[in-house]
C-alpha cells in the first residue's frame, strides 16, 4: 500500500478550526476505507473518525457535531474538519488507509501515516 500523507495541522486557539488533509496519491483510493486517529501524551491512540468506501462515517463521542470527515476520490485524498476546537483535541493526528468497515466501525490496517500534530491553545 502507498503510505498516506498527512498536512494541515497546527496551533490554533480553543474554539477554532483546521482542516487536516491526508493524501494517497497512487493508491487505489476509491475502494479504501479509511480513519483519522489521534494520540495525546502518555495516552492510547483512539479512533477519532472513520469514513467507508461508500461514503458511511463514524466518529468518536467526544467530537461528535465538531468534525466532519470526507473524501475526495478524484483527489486520492480524506479530509478532517475541525471546529469548535477544545484544548483536549491537542495530539498527534494520524491518517490510516485500507482498514476495515464492519458494524458501522472503522478497523485500522497497518498502514499509517507520519501524523500532524494539532496543538489547541488557551
Known amino acids: 500500500q502507498v503510505q498516506p500523507v498527512e498536512s494541515g495541522g497546527g496551533l490554533v486557539q480553543a474554539g477554532g478550526s483546521l482542516r487536516l488533509s491526508c493524501a494517497a496519491p497512487?493508491?487505489?483510493?476509491?475502494?479504501?476505507?479509511m480513519g483519522w486517529y489521534r494520540q495525546a501524551p502518555g495516552k492510547q491512540r483512539e479512533l477519532v473518525a472513520g469514513?467507508?468506501?461508500?461514503?458511511?462515517?463514524k466518529y468518536a463521542d467526544s467530537v461528535k457535531g465538531r468534525f466532519t470527515i470526507s473524501r475526495d476520490n478524484a483527489k486520492k485524498t480524506m479530509y478532517l474538519e475541525m471546529n469548535s476546537l477544545k484544548l483536549e483535541d491537542t495530539a498527534v493526528y494520524y491518517c490510516?488507509?485500507?482498514?476495515?468497515?464492519?458494524?458501522?466501525?472503522?478497523?485500522?490496517?497497518?498502514?499509517w501515516g507520519q501524523g500532524t500534530q494539532v496543538t489547541v491553545s488557551s
Open positions: 469514513i467507508s468506501s461508500g461514503g458511511r462515517t
Open positions: 490510516n488507509t485500507g482498514g476495515s468497515w464492519y458494524s458501522g466501525n472503522y478497523y485500522p490496517s497497518n498502514n
Open positions: 497512487g493508491s487505489i483510493f476509491n475502494i479504501y476505507s
